[in-house]
């Protein structure tokens, strides 16, 4: 008896706790989960949650072609696109804003806190600039409100200037003279002056977003960013590092060499028009697999664009992009020195000439990629490349070139797509529609939050993949 009762004085509390799952997560591992999450969005090829790379013509597909027609409804792709960006990486950004800003630290670490605020805020105006140039109108004021189940939808272009503000305030906070998240964070590994020109860096992708429709606020916002400091070499990429063991490899190899699968092949889009400039980043992007001793100029042969393609008579996908360590980039140096010849065209004072930054941004592109100086030199001087002597107006000009740099990154590409409306995409012949100008609205917020989604879809013209953006040229 005495010793039933000694047993029933323990406290048996603990015992409920579920040691696996803690109740309590530490914000610099949500932020980490958040950054990963984002980066893997942008980067898998996975058919039910990222299609921009067929959007832009980079990639077709083999034995199931839907996504390649365009067919966004089959797989729910847009539904898959929304949920990874507001449950999966603003969520846990948000949390970890609010777990890390209630966590006691000595004084000694009080500005490392705050920079790994600021940086949080920095990755969440990212996603939600991608959120906005995905969709249009979305749930920003009420989204991460756990009291409004149905959030409103504001004006995709009031969130876009509201971004500008908290990122030039959360850029103004950060102090360069301290840490962050160190190794929590996968990208610059708690950086803090990379972070800061990552994120004037994102400020000049997003004033030149506006740079068609919105002259006046897009040069500020451009000026404003090169005058702060943006990428000015390769080094700063924003590159996610990948691990070589599953979860934690590139998205890409679980979607080309994992599964088994042989889902895609490079598309003639793209092929024909590097093999026309005898690219030299063509072995850095595909496997030359189609190298025939009968015919031995023809080295690269694209699947045709949206037809059912079979696996072995087409080029395959590099590699060296199917290793599970191959980096995750979601901005670049190529990309940021084309922005900057866009800049100079529409008068911007960003210093030098168009010429200048279009062909430091070709090298870097050729250079990343693991091509030469010589050639770099040696495809600059082909007329077709030359800026004085390539086709057509700038925007022509910089938009091919740009679209070629911007392989394996398909949300930028599709984004430049939109903006320069070059190169000159056409829809496959039996495609549901012309190439998606947006995506259009999961159905889950038809059903669900149909007051807000039907008020949405008729501010902006319609809940259809031709509606055109905000910042979308006619």
């Not at 027609?69 to 729910?76: A, F, H, I, P, S």
């Not at 360069?176 to 929590?184: C, L, M, P, R, V």
């Not at 000015?232 to 691990?243: C, G, I, K, W």
Request: aromatic fraction near 12%.
């Amino acid at each position: 008896m005495l010793l039933f009762s000694a047993s029933c004085e323990k406290d048996l509390s603990e015992l409920n706790q579920d040691i696996k799952n803690p109740a309590q997560v530490p914000g610099e591992s949500l932020f980490t989960s958040a950054q990963k999450d984002l980066v893997d969005q942008l980067v898998s090829t996975n058919v039910n949650y990222n299609p921009f790379r067929l959007f832009c013509q980079y990639w077709t597909q083999t034995t199931y072609i839907d996504e390649s027609n365009y067919d966004l409804v089959t797989r729910n792709i847009p539904e898959q696109h929304w949920s990874e960006l507001y449950r999966y990486v603003l969520k846990n950004l948000d949390e970890a804003s609010v777990v890390i800003s209630e966590t006691e630290v000595l004084a000694a670490q009080e500005v490392a806190k705050n920079n790994k605020l600021q940086i949080i805020e920095i990755l969440k105006v990212f996603t939600y600039s991608v959120l906005v140039e995905s969709f249009g109108n979305i749930p920003y004021s009420e989204a991460l409100d756990i009291n409004k189940l149905l959030p409103k939808y504001d004006d995709g272009q009031t969130i876009y200037t509201d971004l500008l503000t908290k990122l030039d305030a959360a850029l103004g906070k950060l102090d360069t003279n301290e840490g962050s998240f160190g190794t929590a964070d996968n990208i610059y590994f708690g950086d803090v002056a990379a972070w800061k020109k990552f994120g004037n860096t994102i400020k000049l992708r997003m004033g030149m977003t506006l740079a068609g429709k919105m002259t006046d606020l897009a040069k500020t916002t451009v000026e404003s960013a090169v005058a702060a400091g943006v990428f000015t070499s390769n080094e700063d990429n924003a590159t996610m590092t990948y691990l070589s063991s599953p979860p934690n490899t590139n998205p890409l190899y679980i979607d080309l060499v994992a599964s088994g699968r042989n889902d895609f092949v490079a598309a003639n889009t793209l092929v024909d028009k590097m093999n026309s400039l005898e690219d030299p980043r063509r072995p850095f992007y595909f496997d030359d697999n189609m190298d025939d001793p009968a015919t031995p100029e023809v080295e690269y042969v694209g699947g045709i664009y949206g037809d059912n393609n079979t696996f072995s008579l087409y080029t395959h996908i590099a590699k060296g992009i199917e290793s599970p360590t191959f980096g995750g980039t979601v901005m670049d140096y190529a990309e940021v020195e084309f922005m900057l010849a866009e800049a100079v065209e529409l008068g911007f004072n960003v210093g030098g000439t168009a010429e200048e930054h279009y062909n430091k941004a070709i090298e870097a592109s050729i250079l990343f990629w693991g091509g030469t100086s010589s050639d770099v030199d040696a495809y600059l001087q082909q007329a077709e490349v030359a800026y004085t002597t390539a086709q057509g107006e700038w925007q022509e000009k910089i938009g091919i070139q740009k679209w070629i740099a911007l392989y394996n990154r398909g949300f930028a590409g599709w984004l430049s797509w939109r903006c320069l409306d070059y190169p000159v995409l056409t829809a496959p012949g039996d495609a549901v529609s012309d190439i998606p100008l947006r995506l259009t609205y999961p159905i889950v917020e038809q059903t669900l939050n149909g007051a807000n989604w039907n008020e949405a879809s008729t501010a902006i013209g319609g809940d259809a993949v031709s509606t055109r953006l905000f910042f979308d040229l006619d």
